[in-house]
Structure formats: structure tokens, C-alpha cells
């Protein structure tokens, strides 16, 4: 038997938890790594030359994926399961976020 | 339909809990047909000995949901059309639930959680009081009504994948009762519905999945009757402080 998963709320709910999942196997390493700076400074620069290579790159780009489906996956659970709000009211609300993150980002992409 | 497929694939679960397997049968394909009158085919035609369950057949009692094509279904109001995968359908009893044999699941283990989330009515007036007046327009009465439409067909249950990994969880049907009772001005136990849902197979169990809201015949929210749950019973142990 193979129960049909295949809705947007549980896939939402399995890209929340497995983001999670892999920040908590990435920071510890991270963590590690920055450490370096206080201890093996010179295996540090070599870290950080190594990094500069696009697999690492692209790999970063990962990350910041995780990073920003767990934030929202988080915010979107806070806001179903504490706001008794109704279903309309969270859409626009979730919209409304969606838009103004839009448009602070492009913003933000310009400044920097 | 093309009008050529004259006969249907159907396999259906055959055996109980401890062992079984898929039996398959061919059954003669009508133009407007569901998975229950499939099914009462072949136990008329086919085999005497199939078991299964049912009653209403218009999708009011609750007692034939079945898994059809691994999704859970109620089969009376299940059009063959709708499901059909080619000539080949999947017929299997209930998820999460024991079962008695082939198509019937138990159900015990369902309505004892029901009973157990505070879900048994308990009236604040006799027969002898007064009638105290409900508006219909009030936002707790409003709460209430939203899942008062509920059948106890199991569905949600059987959709859970919490309930799969938890055995003592309460289950959406369970909860969803227990939230209805909580808004109902004429319920007189309302404070010990929140001690019930609050245990550890209670309310905060839930990972919010949706399973539940998705599948549910009657397009009933059994999810957000939990958050309100998972609400009131926050609330309450912040006012106590701990």
C-alpha cells in the first residue's frame, strides 16, 4: 500500500523538516571551519582558496536555499498553527510578505 | 471511457493483519459504477467469502472507507471512472488500523481514541431545563458547526503518517471531535477536553502534514481544529505559568 503524499502541505512539511535536517549536519562544520581562524589560521586560507572554486560556489547557492526554505517553512507553520486567522486572511498575508521580500531584495541586490 | 474496456482489473486486499495478499478478479465494467458496488460484485458473483463493510451507500454513515489505489476513499461515493489506473484498480482495507478480515478494519482502536480526546457529549441542561438559546452567527458556534459534519469514516485517520509512526497519537477524527465539543456552549466538560488533548498522544503530536484536510470526504479542516487545540491548550498553560 502506498498512500498518496503527493499534496503541497506535506511536501512542505518533508522540505521543512529535511532543510532542517541538513543545517544541522552543515553548521557544526561550520562552525569547525571558523574556528580555524583561532587556531590553524594558515588551513583556513587554504579552506577559503578552496572555496572560491564554482562546485563550491553553486553548493553555496544550496545553502542559502536551506537556510531560506526552513526561515519561511518555519514562519508559514508559526502563522497555520498560532494565527486563527482564516485560510484568505494567511494567503494575502503570506503574499503580501512574499512581495515586500521582492521588492527589498531587488532593492538590496542594487545597493550592494 | 472508450466503451471497449468491458471488464475491470481489480485486486483486492484478502486476509487480516497477521497475513494475506491481493487477489485479483475481473469484474464487468457499467457505465456508472463505484468501488462499493465493485466490490458487492464480486462478493455476490465472484467470491461469497469476501468481507467487507458498509451500510448508507450515499455517503452518510461512514463504514466503507477503504484504500483504493493506496489513497483512502470512501468507496460508495468513489466513481470507477475516477480512479481507475487503465482497466486496474487497488482495493485494500483502511490504513492504521488492524484488520478483522480482508476489507473490514477493525475500528476499535478509533473510537476508544475518540472517546478517550473527551469526545463523548456531556449536556450542561436535563431534559427538564429550559432550552438555552445557540446563535448560529456567533464565531464560537461557528467553530463548533465546522466540524460537526464529521461521519467517523476513519479517512483522516487512515491518511495520517503521525499516526503511522505513533500508535498512541489521538488522530485527526479524535481531535477534531474533541475541538468541536470545546465550542459547543452546550457541552459541559469543556475544561477536561484540553487535559484529554494535551497528553502525550494528544494535539501537540500533530506535525500540521495536512493528510487529513486534503482527504477528508467532506471537505472537512480536522488540521486547523488541531491548531486550535494546539492554541487553547498553549494559552492555558501560559496563564498558569507552567
Known amino acids: 500500500m502506498r498512500p498518496s503524499r503527493a499534496h503541497p502541505l506535506w511536501l512542505a512539511y518533508v522540505l521543512h523538516r529535511v532543510s532542517g535536517l541538513g543545517l544541522a549536519l552543515f553548521l ?3 562552525f569547525w571551519v571558523l574556528s580555524w581562524a583561532l587556531t590553524q589560521p594558515q588551513k583556513l586560507n587554504q579552506f577559503l582558496s578552496f572555496a572560491e572554486q564554482p562546485v563550491v560556489k553553486i553548493s553555496e547557492f544550496g545553502l542559502v536555499f536551506l537556510l531560506a526554505v526552513h526561515v519561511f517553512g518555519g514562519l508559514r507553520l508559526m502563522a497555520m498553527e498560532w494565527l486563527p486567522w482564516s485560510a484568505p486572511q494567511k494567503t494575502l498575508a503570506a503574499g503580501a ?9 531587488t532593492f538590496f541586490l542594487q545597493v550592494v | 471511457m472508450d466503451g471497449q474496456k468491458d471488464t475491470l482489473e481489480v485486486s483486492v486486499w484478502r486476509g487480516t493483519s497477521s497475513g494475506g495478499d491481493f487477489e485479483r478478479y475481473e469484474v464487468p465494467a457499467e457505465e456508472n459504477q463505484t468501488i462499493l458496488d465493485v466490490v458487492s460484485w464480486i462478493q455476490h458473483y465472484a467470491d461469497a467469502t469476501l468481507t467487507y463493510r458498509f451500510a448508507c451507500r450515499v455517503g452518510m454513515c461512514g463504514s466503507c472507507a477503504m484504500m483504493v489505489n493506496g489513497r483512502p476513499r470512501w468507496t460508495c461515493r468513489t466513481h470507477v471512472r475516477k480512479v481507475l489506473q487503465g482497466r486496474r484498480v487497488e482495493i485494500a482495507p483502511l490504513r492504521n488500523l488492524p484488520v478483522i478480515k480482508d476489507l473490514a478494519a477493525d475500528m476499535d482502536v478509533f473510537f ?32 463548533a458547526s465546522a466540524g460537526i459534519e464529521c461521519i467517523n469514516c476513519a479517512i483522516c485517520y487512515a491518511a495520517c503518517d503521525t499516526v503511522t509512526g505513533n500508535a498512541d497519537y489521538l488522530g485527526p477524527a479524535a481531535l477534531q471531535r474533541a475541538w468541536t465539543l470545546f465550542n459547543d456552549s452546550k457541552h459541559d466538560r469543556r475544561a477536561g477536553i484540553l487535559d484529554a488533548v494535551s497528553g502525550s498522544g ?27 487545540l494546539k492554541r487553547e491548550t498553549s494559552r492555558r498553560f501560559w496563564r498558569k505559568g507552567g
Open chain 2, 112 to 143: 476508544d481514541k475518540w472517546v478517550a480526546a473527551g469526545g463523548a457529549h456531556a449536556p450542561t441542561a436535563g431534559r427538564n431545563d429550559p432550552i438555552p438559546p445557540v446563535d448560529p452567527q456567533d464565531s464560537t458556534r461557528v467553530t
Open chain 1, 28 to 30: 557544526p562544520l561550520h
Open chain 2, 202 to 228: 494528544g494535539c501537540h503530536n500533530c506535525h500540521s502534514m495536512g493528510s487529513c484536510t486534503v482527504f477528508c470526504p467532506n471537505d472537512l479542516d480536522p488540521m486547523s481544529a488541531i491548531a486550535g
Open chain 1, 97 to 105: 510578505v512574499g512581495v515586500a521580500f521582492l521588492v527589498s531584495g
